[in-house]
């Protein structure tokens, strides 16, 4: 069977880099007022899986849905300019 899966992905900041392997990917979005019909900017805070602890606070990254990893976790980073490797440049 040669089905393909169609997984989520979101692009957004990293916010934390405490956790080990673990990045907290803040996601923006517009969203239309139903009433006022006004554009407001909404954000929701995605847990994500680095093993190469390769990014850090203000990297813009790409992350793509999977399986759960943890409770909190499914999501892994699949690309991203990291700060890290062009200071290092």
Do not use: W
Not at 20 to 41: A, C, G, I, L, N
Request: proline share 2%; aromatic share 6%.
């Amino acid at each position: 069977m040669d089905t393909k899966i169609h997984r989520k992905t979101l692009r957004g900041v990293v916010v934390s880099d405490k956790g080990d392997k673990t990045v907290v990917v803040r996601v923006s979005r517009f969203v239309k007022h139903p009433k006022y019909k006004k554009y407001m900017k909404r954000a929701k805070k995605y847990k994500a899986h680095d093993a190469e602890n390769a990014y850090a606070v203000g990297d813009v990254v790409t992350i793509e849905e999977c399986r759960p990893i943890s409770k909190d976790k499914h999501f892994k980073v699949i690309q991203g300019a990291s700060i890290k490797n062009q200071s290092d440049s």
